[in-house]
């Protein structure tokens, strides 16, 4: 079956993130676009992806968990897992690897905690805007040994990503996929960077409010609309 995707977007967790971005929200704003299967990746925790599923499988509409990582190296990530318990191991193992720098909601936003019916369940006091200890290699690396996908995300800007912080994606990390923000970057960062050839290029909309989600625009084929579906797909080296 072929699919609208959009592996990147943020709830109200993300301090970034608008307090309207509820689980339910996002969701059911997804479904009301036409999108089949989203990612919920707030960034460094997956800790609103068990509302957003349980928000998800009252809508009809996949949502993957996961959580966009960001490295030492200051490069964003996106990190997509098979089912919320791995999600959450790895959720609780970034915790550990984040400075305890406390959030200041004046300055950098809320970071709300939501169940699946909108109530607010807590608020997170760790900054969750910071990077993680880990460098991008091993992040891959863990993220691959709790079983989950990761991907570098928008590696057109020229903040956070792997190109603009690290000049080129090395080999040895393994990405079968990456993330171009604008598609029409495609072409172009695929002659400067040939290794690009070689990966599955995402477009999402790494929406932080209800406004900036984009209307479905790209399918993904899948034998069936699961996550597990989703990360087997991804994992393929596509042939140049
Ligand atoms: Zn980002
Ligand atoms: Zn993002």
Known sequence: MDLFYDLHIHSCLSPCGDDEMTPYNLVNMAKLLGFDLIALTDHNTAGNCRAAMLAGEQAQITVVPGMELCTA??????????????????SDFVRTTLPPVRNRPDIFGRQLYRNESDEISG????LLLTASSLTLGQAAAAVREGGGFCFPAHIDRDSYSVLSNLGAIDPSFGFTAAEVYEKTQREPLSRRHPILRTMRLLSD???HSLEKMREPDEKLSLPENTPQALLALLRQELQD
């Open 73 to 90: 190296e200051e490069v964003h990530m996106v990190c997509l897992f098979p089912d919320i318990e791995r999600a959450e191991a790895f």
């Open 123 to 126: 608020e997170e006091e760790i």
């Open 205 to 207: 909309s790494d929406a």
